[in-house]
């Protein structure tokens, strides 16, 4: 797992540049839990044993915990041995304990026990931006615009909350109760009893047809119901006339093994392989397409950056070996190993890297690492040497790792150079934004793709918020369509949802549009 830490303290050429970096990494951050080529088949509980061969390992340890001058927590030792040991091995083997083992798996098993809201801090007040619909909050009424003051008779407003606080309260077990006092749109306060319910993680984020037969597919991560996400997808965006097919995995840092093999195979013509694993201790083993599927033909083109990781790499290398698409974008990650989960006795988990995967043509996409080698800067100096920003700084060189692109396409680096652009990251501007919704709860565009093409800031109201931020007014083009650029995805999710956020956000995407057109000659 990459340290952001120690991304963020690099020393960088100015402030831009820096402000580029760390914005590049928001996605970078989120995903690292899931750069896994991860087995699910090992769930059984694995006890250390007491044989000849640990005898000194135990003895210390014991000697430790005994003997040692000050008192030592037996939990923390068993913890810190553990992770030292895994360190030393490769970058992905890990350990996590028992209090974070089922968050961590959250996106991987598909959902978690919640009350179905999105939420943000406004103003130090917790308030509703969306509801899941049919889930438990929208089945008590719950609209966006209310506002939360007190959680199980505890007061949550005006007390420095944030958003890891509100998880904690609202997220539990099934059947539980939440008790919630809410300051609802009409000024009254309301009182609410919510049964948490299974709350459903989608790994396909957006759908769309984008351009006239083009359908638009975004997975964020490798979930167990990815593959009966990606069925109901295509078979949605078929029946409304998609012939080809943008598949986006940027940002997307993996997930389960058998899900990357099962998205392949809707791809793929029958017995071409997919992917084979083998490592010291597991023979080869190799995975090939079926008769199932549901895109074997048709124009196809894949979506990848420098965050494209593990389960999306074996989707990528596997259509790139066969020619099947085009693979749009800048280098992958370079994620070539496969973990196998192993619990431990206390609930906690290792996940211990067991193999390699390798590409249909026999390449381990594995990067480097090592003694000698930086592994958490690798994606900091991409940016340092151009190689995200310029062909010309490009060599296909295989030992670097990851799936080298068919098609590069540079990143858009014109809005980070704006001396506004830190503006549309602030807590500020969101709060501008949900300001201009509640003043404007319903819009008069009814499509989105109107809402796109015709709705403009007024440039008045911009200028009064940058003003009352202690900065300059807009006075370039540029700027003002970047910021107008920001407040649509805002409003997008509130007017319509989730998805409408993804879609806008393709309209207007570089990569997205190279990609159609490439398709569509």
Known sequence: MLNFVSLIHLPLRNKNFKLLTLVLFIGVFSATTYWIGFYQNNKSGIHPNNSSKWESVNFILDHLLNSYVDSIDSKDLKQKTIQNILKDLDPHSSYI?????????????????????????????????????????????????????????????????????????????????????????????????????????????????????????????????????????????????????????????????????????????????????????????????????????????????????????????????????????????????????????????????????????????????????????DLINRIANGELSNKDS???????????????????TSNYLSSFYNVIYSKPWRDFCFDFYENNPETIYKELSEFNTNFSLNKKDLNAFLSKAGLDKIVDTEDYKMFNKSIKLELSSYYFTENERYIISAFDDNDVQLAVKLINN
């Not at 193999?355 to 003694?371: A, N, V, W």
């Not at 490009?394 to 540079?410: H, R, V």
């Open 97 to 377: 304990p028992a209090d974070k083992r089922i968050s961590a798996n959250e996106s991987l098993v598909g959902h978690f026990g919640g009350v179905g809201i999105r939420f943000m801090i406004l103003r130090d007040t917790l308030t509703v931006v969306g509801v899941i619909e049919g889930g438990p909050s929208a089945k008590n009424e719950i609209e966006k615009r209310d506002r939360i003051i007190e959680i199980n008779g505890e007061n949550v407003a005006s007390i420095g909350l944030t958003n890891e606080d509100v998880l904690k309260k609202l997220k539990g077990k099934i059947g539980t109760k939440v008790e919630l006092k809410i300051l609802n749109k009409n000024q009254l306060i309301v009182e609410k009893t919510i049964i948490r319910d299974q709350i459903k993680l989608k790994s396909i984020v957006s759908n769309a047809i984008i351009a006239p037969g083009v359908g638009y597919i975004k997975i964020t991560t490798f979930s167990n119901s990815t593959d009966k996400e990606l069925q109901a997808a295509l078979k949605s965006l078929q029946n409304k006339g998609m012939k080809k097919l943008i598949l986006d995995l940027r940002f997307n840092g993996g997930g389960y093994l058998h899900q990357a093999i099962n998205v392949a195979d809707e791809f793929l013509k029958k017995d071409q392989m997919i992917v084979y694993t083998e490592g010291a201790h597991s023979p080869k083993m190799s995975q090939y397409a079926t008769n199932a599927g549901l895109f074997k033909e048709g124009a196809l083109a894949i979506l990848v950056n420098s965050t494209t990781a593990s389960a999306s790499e074996i989707v990528s290398g596997a259509i790139q070996d066969h020619k099947r698409g085009i693979i749009v974008g800048r280098r992958t990650f370079g994620k070539g190993l496969v973990q196998s989960p192993l619990m431990l006795s206390d609930s906690s988990e290792i996940r211990i890297t067991t193999s390699r995967y390798y590409t249909p043509l026999g390449r381990c996409i594995q990067k480097p690492y090592g003694d000698t080698i930086n592994y958490e800067e």
């Open 394 to 412: 490009l060599t296909n060189n295989l030992a670097k790792g990851g799936i080298w692109p068919d098609a590069f396409s540079p990143i858009d």
